[in-house]
């Protein structure tokens, strides 16, 4: 599973030893230094694994995997593992005085199954790319614990707000992680605590974990045509949900469960953005919905429809959600 060392703050790779534990999992041995109480101080490593965290002292810690490399929070010094899949619940960070809301970056996904699968008719009114940019309307700057912000950051007053509408919580007490990447089960988890949790019949997927804490979300949110999954069995909910899944998620809820008007994607035109035709055809009128509505832009001239939504543009979009409808 492990590759190499690539990187460490400082001077500091001659205290990092590299291990086996008795499940195969791989460790590494962190020796203690005095730039843990000076500075913020990361770890690289390659890791071949689809998806993978690190748990230090039985506890996840803030973590990004990506191009076969994964990178984490060098707390202090002792033992760090990285174990395949997303954490179970007893491995979250504990969050004083607010609900957990557990918030992974895990595999990349399959799309779900396409609840309109025709692409429409090219459309009318043009909608050029933007920028990812603050709601428009956000509220004061909160004091927030995480010190990996700051309130020059433009989805700062996002963060703020899912926050304090206890929607996500951060990665430690102290980090919350705007860039790494959000799961499946995170997300819809999100939207059925902003329901008040309704109880659900069985979860038709197999790979929902009987007692996860997203399984009566997924429950619900299939029964309710939120979600289809990658299969009629399968639903993944550890792999890092796309731009575009999110996209169809939230358009679903939108137009399924709560009854809204989406007609705003309806003469909107994206196909001005260099990767349109990239976009999956389930997905297509979900992006048209999410730009029309202002709730997603682009980056330049490209909307990333495979592109894994960060933490802050999960943040973001929700708040510019929640404030439309």
Sequence with gaps: ???????????FNAGVVFDTDSNGNTTIKVADSDLFDTRKVT?????????AYV????KAVESTLADGKITFVVIGGGL???????????????EPDTPDTPDTPDTPDTPDTPDEPQRPDRPVKPVGPEKEEPSEEKPQPAELPFTDLTEADWFHGDVAWVYENSLMNGLTSTTFGPGAATSRGMIVTILWRLEGMPTAGACPFADVTAGSYYEQAIAWAAENQIVTGVSATAFQPNANITREQFAAILYRYAKNYKGYDVSAGEDTNILSYSDAFSISDYAFPALQWACGAGLMNGSGDALMPDGFATRAQAAALLHRFCQTY
Excluded: F, N, Q, W
């Design 1 to 11: 599973m492990l590759l190499s060392c690539t990187a460490l703050a400082g001077d």
């Design 80 to 94: 760090y593992t990285i174990k395949e899949g997303a954490p179970s619940e007893d491995e979250l960070p504990d």
């Design 43 to 51: 770890l690289t490593v390659g890791c071949d694994l689809e998806s």
């Design 55 to 58: 748990v230090y002292e039985g």
